[in-house]
């Protein structure tokens, strides 16, 4: 039931124009919630994690434009791939007796047997924290509605882990920083960042490296404040990175023109013409010619083209797209090759735009 | 005088096809030649110098389509430009009381008090020992005509090194062998040739490395053999290198070929978008882009264009082009800007004759 969520990389809504998706990809909402008259995930039995799913299942099954679907169900290979185009969390892709439900322009799921009984998300490009929280809200409300949630008047929402208790409310942005990664500076802010309590690491998330020069910031607090003044605090953090993010492509440019325009340069040429690429290569690539078309260099890589690439790149959405498991060096060979076709498309769109050659 | 030989990098005869062109970049024969007159230059006072470069362009002044300058006059930029055009030799350009003779088409030069008195040498391109040995013996006997030539019954030719005693004649071709480096095969052969008693070097003669993968093949016997016999054994030392390179492309491309194609490709993306590259990365790029056209991938690099471009994007032709002394920053920029223009004019071409885009 997942392919079609899987036959392109990006839904309808994330291949728009958005605010500020010059360096911010995308913007999330994460609300955790868990019914009351079943124990924690941790110590459910088989028997209640199916009957759960089931009952969840029924209950949301008359919501429009929503589909289901057991994640447990579905071969590695789908599931990496839900994970790439971040519908499902990497921990949902290894649960067992997993259920996800998704709205058909894919800006809202819920995962159902992940650290909580109900991981409410939704999904919008570029920064757009307010709506993206407006309409985690409303499927809250529908959820509330259907079932008793676990709520607690002192502490708030109660969940799997302490770190959750309270709003259950986790805000993220993947953000493109290639000039703070390019002037060394962003240690510095990754440090800071976490002192004043924000969480921020390398693109999917615990564990990976920021390949790619992308981020993912997210709010750690979720206790003793209300949402409201929460999403306030965190939307500074995203501002306060996006400004050092200008100021350092800003002084990137003046100070070492000619060193970044050869770099960013070379790498739209190695893009174009590369026949095999590994995806840490690519991803870096194209986080050069991103950078060199938000600084009006002579190429063209629009962000819903680049988060697009991003996505289909990866091992599971490649596979998938090419509908067999491949070895690492097909995989280099097809990488190489839809960057080639996708680049070349762009610049023939170009041409017919009268932009640049 | 030398001014119009550096408007541009390969004289017309340079510039067309010939023989075996995909490997062998040109031919040179050289005649060591002294008179009996004066000593030798390694004894000759200053006046006997002078003296015999002003007897020399009195004597030679009459033959048609020849013009004489004083190498010693031009400035050092000039100098290095010429070397870089190989119509002297480096040794000439640092000799103090120096001349040059040349031909219009640039196929014929005489310079006056390098090593001997007279380096008689002829240039073609591709394989073409024996015309351009031809013409190299015209050139020797209408010097004999004016001079007389220290010569005698037993040795032959005398000459101030007794390494060029007897025939006076060394015979060198320039190779591009990217089959022999890439497949680590060219240490072997190298070898191999010195045991046969020929000199095997980098580019640009002695004590420079082999960038670019071009290697100069020369005889080392210059003594109890006739002409023809040395030309002959030479001949078969380069039909050999030209065999074993040629099996080395074809054993590349069975064996590696996606690695290849991938090397290659980007080579060619790489100058096509570089905005800052060195001399020896733009040589080796260079030479992979020449390789990938002879193995008749997508792109195209036609000899005469190679060559072209290994010349003028020396250190000397640079400046000399752009008419001033360049900082090694400004060089590594106009060095890129030459290229890019260059690959695109040649694309262009492609596409108007219907070629490879």
Redesign the interface.
Known sequence: MFEQLLTRPLSEKMDQQAPYDDIVVSTRIRLARNVTHYPFSTRMTEDQANALINETERQLSGLKGFQFGRVDQVDALTRTALVEKHLISPALATHPRTGLFVSEDEQISVMVNEEDHFRIQTLLPGLQLEEAFRVAKQVDRLISERFKIAFDDTLGYLTTCPSNVGTGLRASVMLHLPGLVLTNQIQGYIKHLRQLGFAIRGRYGEGSDASGRMFQLSNQRTLGASEDMLITDYQFAVEALIEAEQAARKGLLEMYQ??L??RL??S??????????TAREATERLSDVRLADSLGLAVTLPPNLFHHLLVSLQTGFLQKHFGKQLTS?ERD?ER?TVIREMLTEQTNRDHTQGGFA
């Open positions: 000619e060193e325009e050869d340069y070379r739209y040429g190695i893009l174009k013409s590369a026949r095999l690429i060096r060979i190489a």
